[in-house]
């Protein structure tokens, strides 16, 4: 489900239009499939990589939100576009504890909670900042050992202990699939991570929302959605084509 499109580079703003435009089709063709209307679905740009005069293109164009893996390069990106009031950063790769204080600083949104320790130093960071974050739980789906996020089992106990740190918003479930050409391997990481969160529907404490699915990318968001995700993170179906390879920015839990 990863090498079956060829990216189009988009350098002007008609370029991005029409690759955004290309999505949204794909968006809504695979709603249609499974009987879903396209506006329950979000499309979270993917900028890594991706240079601040490019995505000021990106916001003309459109983009009001941009994801990040590395914090440090949402940093340096938020700062210099600070300007663009109304663009939203959303963080979505493996942080830190340390570096928990950075993203409680600019980000409005953090998609790969996955352990109490991380969340004990956001929420205090946070509440020292005077404010709060959207947070997603990040579910290791594939058991691939390279893989960060929680085992599914381990779920419902660690969203029970999230309502005791009140500036993070609970609002649901990522992850990512297996890395694969065969729709075999990667469907069934999305239905499971969809299980997940309807159970957890029942069990989840007051104040703990499970309404979103964070799952699919570029080459595999249309599988992700007949199975339920709410939000795709797209990056090189919309800016083009990567240098770096994938693994340069997932880095692998063994490390």
Same mark, same amino acid.
């Given at each position: 489900?990863?090498?079956?499109?060829?990216?189009?580079?988009?350098? =002007?703003?008609?370029? #991005?239009? /029409?690759?955004?435009?290309?999505? /949204?089709?794909?968006?809504?063709?695979?709603?249609?499939?499974?009987?879903?209307?396209?506006?329950?679905?979000?499309?979270?740009?993917?900028?890594?990589?991706?240079? $601040?005069?490019?995505?000021?293109?990106?916001? +003309?164009?459109?983009?009001?939100?941009?994801?990040?893996?590395?914090?440090?390069?949402?940093?340096? *990106?938020?700062?210099?576009?600070?300007?663009? =009031?109304?663009?939203?950063?959303?963080?979505?790769?493996?942080?830190?504890?340390?570096?928990?204080?950075?993203? +409680?600083?600019?980000?409005? %949104? &953090?998609?790969?909670?996955?352990?109490?320790?991380?969340?004990?130093?956001?929420?205090?960071?946070?509440?020292?900042?005077?404010?709060?974050?959207?947070?997603?739980?990040?579910?290791?789906?594939?058991? %691939?050992?390279?893989? &960060?996020?929680?085992?599914? $089992?381990?779920?419902?106990? #660690?969203?029970? *202990?999230?309502?005791? #740190?009140?500036?993070?918003?609970?609002? !649901?479930?990522?992850?990512?699939?297996?890395?694969?050409?065969?729709?075999?391997?990667?469907?069934?990481? #999305?239905?499971?991570?969809?299980?997940?969160?309807?159970?957890?529907?029942?069990?989840?404490? +007051?104040?703990?929302?499970? %309404? %979103?699915?964070?799952?699919?990318?570029? !080459?595999? &968001?249309?599988?992700?959605?007949?199975?339920?995700?709410?939000?795709?993170?797209? !990056?090189?179906?919309? &800016? !083009?084509?990567?240098? =770096?390879?994938?693994?340069?920015?997932?880095?692998?839990?063994? $490390?």
């Amino acid at each position: 489900m990863h090498s079956s499109h060829s990216w189009n580079t988009a350098l =002007t703003v008609e370029d #991005f239009q /029409r690759n955004l435009a290309a999505v /949204r089709q794909r968006i809504a063709n695979a709603c249609a499939r499974v009987g879903r209307d396209p506006a329950e679905v979000r499309l979270l740009p993917v900028s890594k990589t991706v240079s $601040q005069e490019r995505l000021r293109v990106a916001y +003309a164009a459109g983009c009001r939100e941009l994801g990040e893996i590395k914090v440090q390069e949402a940093q340096l *990106k938020a700062e210099g576009m600070s300007d663009l =009031t109304d663009l939203r950063w959303s963080i979505i790769g493996h942080l830190q504890t340390n570096k928990a204080k950075h993203v +409680a600083r600019f980000a409005h %949104e &953090f998609q790969a909670l996955d352990r109490l320790r991380l969340a004990e130093a956001l929420d205090r960071r946070l509440q020292q900042e005077g404010r709060s974050l959207d947070v997603l739980v990040q579910v290791n789906t594939s058991g %691939e050992e390279s893989k &960060f996020g929680l085992a599914p $089992q381990d779920v419902l106990s #660690f969203v029970r *202990k999230l309502p005791s #740190f009140s500036a993070l918003r609970v609002r !649901g479930l990522m992850t990512l699939a297996v890395f694969s050409p065969h729709e075999s391997q990667v469907r069934p990481c #999305f239905s499971l991570l969809r299980e997940l969160r309807e159970r957890l529907r029942e069990d989840a404490p +007051a104040g703990v929302a499970m %309404e %979103e699915l964070s799952m699919g990318m570029s !080459g595999d &968001f249309e599988l992700a959605i007949e199975e339920g995700a709410t939000t795709v993170r797209v !990056g090189q179906a919309i &800016f !083009g084509p990567r240098d =770096t390879p994938d693994s340069a920015y997932w880095p692998q839990a063994g $490390q």
